[in-house]
């Protein structure tokens, strides 16, 4: 059987691709596949994440074991066949292709061809530019630092007068403190 994907990204709206892939085949060759239509380095962590009808996480194929103690099943891209995981039209998938800032494309199994054999994965369509593979790390710095343009000579004297808060103001705060603690009870 022939499964036919449609993959799009919401950061790169114009970009879609079209991969027909064997059912029998792996996530691995359909990570390769995808990876080299987007013009992506194929040495980044990445994963499937199957999904439910609203985007839910259900299941995860991972690239290599992360020796995470979970009672979750493990699937290895290498090991495990699509139609292992997947068989129905419509099933969703996000594919992580950069884990640390958790951007990834979204695919859906648009079709599946009975009867049919394919002996390597191909990309059928490309439309549009894929977006930036990894964020730099620029990104993630501390933004520059905001100057006020204020002195401090200018701010009113009386902020940091010591005759701000007396004496019976705050005995005055205690007792109605005190007073609204007492109706309380």
Excluded at 28 to 56: H, P
């Amino acid at each position: 059987m022939i499964y036919k994907f449609l993959i799009g990204s919401e950061e790169s709206e114009n970009f879609k691709l079209e991969i027909a892939i064997d059912s029998s085949d792996t996530f691995l060759r359909l990570r390769n596949t995808i990876l080299d239509a987007a013009g992506y380095d194929k040495n980044q962590m990445d994963s499937f994440v199957i999904c439910d009808e609203d985007w839910t996480k259900e299941k995860e194929v991972t690239y290599y074991d992360m020796d995470t103690d979970t009672d979750e099943d493990i699937w290895i891209m290498e090991d495990t066949p699509l139609d292992e995981l997947m068989e129905d039209e419509g099933q969703k998938v996000k594919f992580v292709f950069d884990y640390m800032t958790d951007r990834y494309f979204y695919m859906i199994l648009k079709e599946t061809i009975p009867g049919k054999n394919l002996h390597d994965p191909l990309c059928q369509r490309k439309e549009g530019k894929a977006p930036q593979e990894t964020m730099s790390a620029d990104m993630f710095a501390d933004p520059a630092p905001v100057k006020l343009d204020t002195n401090i000579e200018d701010l009113d004297e009386d902020l940091f007068n010591d005759n701000a808060f007396n004496e019976e103001d705050l005995a005055e705060l205690n007792e109605e403190f005190r007073e609204e603690a007492e109706e309380d009870l």
